[in-house]
Nanobody, 129 residues
Framework: QLHLVESGGGLVQPGGSLRLSCAAS?????????????VGWFRQAPGKEREGVSS????????SYADSVKGRFIISRADAGNTVYLEMNSLKPEDTAVYYC?????????????????WGQGTQVTVSS
């Protein structure tokens, strides 16, 4: 069972930056790494539905971003190791939410949560002065 752990959340002032990490473990097949999975970042603010923020595909690292974060957030994979990052810049109060990462084996990358079957527990991001 793939295990995902998010980290890097916290309190930041508007205009600030944070880098979230999604670390994966528990691969059942030797030689399989997170590179074989598409990874998506999602967020859920209080009283709102979960929304897709960014994704990276498994085969060619095609990246997708929600319009609300395009130009401010960057998704990337670690050069070595089983980690995917979400660099968040020019943060706004409306970015406040619990951020989740999700992974799908051989996925194409998607901002729809039903495309993923492995989820982390989330990390809180609060943007406030």
């Amino acid at each position: 069972q793939l295990h995902l752990v998010e980290s890097g959340g916290g309190l930041v002032q508007p205009g600030g930056s944070l880098r979230l990490s999604c670390a994966a473990s528990g691969f059942e097949t030797p030689g399989i790494t997170l590179d074989y999975y598409s990874v998506g970042w999602f967020r859920q603010a209080p009283g709102k539905e979960r929304e897709g923020v960014s994704s990276i595909s498994s085969q060619d690292n095609t990246r997708s971003y929600a319009d609300s974060v395009k130009g401010r957030f960057i998704i990337s994979r670690a050069d070595a190791g089983n980690t995917v990052y979400l660099e968040m810049n020019s943060l706004k109060p409306e970015d406040t939410a619990v951020y989740y990462c999700a992974a799908q084996y051989y996925g194409m990358g998607s901002l729809f949560d039903f495309e993923y079957n492995n989820w982390g527990q989330g990390t809180q991001v609060t943007v406030s002065s």
